[in-house]
């Protein structure tokens, strides 16, 4: 039997969605990552694997060449979609100690 060493279906990467967002094209992110534009379309078209390194390289040259801090989580999510940290934020009072004690709770397990 043969053991699969990725997983089966991997997570999708909002790789493009994120560029585009922030108005950026391939050859720009590949001048700022060091590397080339056809490595870049390999990335985004889920040609190439990519590794944990390579996610915090592209945040890092997405956020130097925008306004917009990205993290290296933040490519699991389409850029218009709020980040659980956003939502957080954005509660008021009891509603957000609620999510909290929620949380709280999840991590103990």
Do not use: C
Not at 57 to 80: C, G, I, K, M, W
């Amino acid at each position: 039997m043969v053991t699969r060493v990725v997983a089966r279906n991997p997570r999708r990467l909002y790789l493009v969605e994120w560029r585009t967002h922030l108005d950026l094209t391939q050859e720009q992110v590949a001048e700022a990552v060091g590397t080339t534009k056809e490595t870049i379309s390999r990335w985004e078209n889920s040609k190439r694997l990519m590794s944990t390194d390579i996610l915090a390289e592209l945040a890092d040259a997405l956020s130097s060449l925008s306004t917009v801090r990205v993290e290296p989580q933040d490519f699991y999510r389409h850029p218009e979609t709020r980040s659980a940290d956003q939502l957080l934020r954005q509660m008021q009072g009891a509603e957000q100690a609620a999510a909290w004690t929620v949380l709280e709770s999840l991590k103990r397990r």
